[in-house]
């Protein structure tokens, strides 16, 4: 018989600096700790039963093959009209959507469809997790600039002294994950001037865009002309419909970029889980869903905050998102992590350390909650919390 020689297969990884992502980390904890789940973001409310409804019946009626890549039509109508009542923008349903297995299939493509090996993308720290590890895998760059703490406004001057002729896109994020800070009218113009007359794209990560609190206008990308025509704006459903196990979602762009964005989209989805496309069409009809997001969510952040005055944690301002941050010093001068680890097991609340949001160390003693839960969720979690 013949005898083979035993080799391993070996790989270069493409992303050689990444774990496993805090929020698989602290749900993990969570679990085994048995501790409330406060860290990764998502609602433990029912979503709508009409529309789980709707999507048995569209199961039921035949929506079971494959839609068009770009996604189901009337779905792309729907939207299109959502958008044109939102934010007065009118959008080409046929050349500027496309339906996407979520906002971080979204983010991914735009990143892949607009980036070149040794291109520059800025990135606002603390910055959602996907969006560093999507910018390398393209082989580009990423260009950090913290926040300003702690209400983590954007520092202008840094960005206009980051930019440079390698600068490709600045990545935007408003309501921000995970600071819950919103950007203001003054911002977007801000933006403007600095794009204005460049080759810089925007990438534009709306998936909170109804989660909006104290009356504060959206300020999406899709209200800005000068703007719009050189973005790529990122959306997801889970967090509009409470789904975020759907993970559906999409993106809007120019005729000209979207066309190629397509081109890759075609090739490793090339289109989405039809019923859901169905469903989601019809439902979207209902504006009241969404509108009436930002009053449901407004009132579990403050009925959290009321909650946690009771705490020896210091509320940081949350304006929209699902996320409220603490600041602990009262507490403890533990960096976020440990202190985060020790607060799962020995009070059994799992949260995420802000520090996690950061490639460059950065350590200001605050935790990030999700506070989507139900009231009695809540109640139970500041609880445990009153012991720390
Ligand atoms: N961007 C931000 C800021 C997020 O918080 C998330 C996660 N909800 C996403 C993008 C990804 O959305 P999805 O789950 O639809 O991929
Ligand atoms: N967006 C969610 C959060 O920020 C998590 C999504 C995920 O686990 N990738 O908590």
Redesign the pocket.
Known sequence: MQSFMHTPLTLQSKLPSVGTTIFTVMSALAAEYKAINLGQ?FPDFPMSGELTDLVSKAMRDGFNQYVHGNGYLPLREAIAGKVQYLYGTELSADSQITITP????A?FTAFATLLQPGDEVIVFEPA?D?YIPQIELMGAKAVTINLVFPDYRINWEAVKEAIHERTRAIVI?TPH?PTGAVWSAADMKQLEDIVQNTQIAIIS?E??EHLIFDGLPHESILKYPALRERAFA?F?F??VYHC?GW???YCIAPADLMSEFRKIHQFNVFTCDTPKQVALAEFLKDRQQYTGLGAFLQQKRDYFQQLMAQTRFRPLPSHGSYFQLYAYEAISGEPEKDFAVRVTKEAGVATIPVSAFYRQPVDNGVLRFCFAKKEETLEAAVERLKGM
């Open positions: 973001g979520g906002g971080t299939y983010l959602y996907c994020n994950n990560d998936v909170y990122c997801s889970g967090k975020t993970k559906m979602g």
